[in-house]
């Protein structure tokens, strides 16, 4: 998995302040995706040790770490978020992920948060209540509750 930039960011997860890695490498090309940039084969390996140095740099002031894309390869996103919930449990961890749907098999107990959906413009984005994206809350039994209504005014 390689990153490209993050940022702390307040508006990606209700309620929290989150560090957000934006992954590249990404394999849907949504057309009109306004981080096309992250489709290419660009950026630093994101190692644990990497990941580990940016949660220090920000611990105390961080809520959340999220995974911004890395649909290219979703168990390497899983196991990263569940060291972050091993090392780091009262930090929350988050997905946003460009799929329909999580990939079979899949299971939710590394993600507080996971966002699916393709970007499709003619939909908006999640704050609109027109959107195809889906925002998730998963809860320790392994439910879900949908919370994008969170964005909408």
Not at 35 to 59: C, P
Not at 63 to 69: D, I, K, P, Y
Not at 70 to 95: C, F, I, K, N, Q
Request: glycine share 8%; net charge negative; aromatic share 12%.
């Amino acid at each position: 998995m390689k990153y490209a930039t993050y940022d702390i960011v307040f508006q990606e997860f209700p309620d929290e302040v989150t560090l957000a890695i934006n992954l590249t490498e990404c394999p849907c090309h949504c057309p009109g995706c306004h981080s096309a940039y992250l489709a290419e084969s660009t950026g630093d390996v994101l190692t644990w040790e990497r990941l580990s140095a940016l949660i220090a740099q920000y611990e105390g002031g961080i809520t959340c770490v999220a995974l911004m894309g890395g649909d290219a390869d979703p168990s390497a996103v899983a196991a990263m978020l569940r060291r972050v919930r091993e090392a780091y449990p009262r930090l929350h961890t988050g997905w946003y992920s460009g799929r329909e749907a999580l990939p079979e098999g899949f299971t939710p107990e590394a993600f507080d948060y996971v966002k699916l959906g393709p970007w499709r413009a003619e939909c908006g984005p999640l704050k609109e209540r027109t959107t195809n994206q889906r925002l998730y809350r998963y809860h320790a039994d392994g439910s879900r509750t949908d919370i994008t209504h969170r964005f909408w005014r």
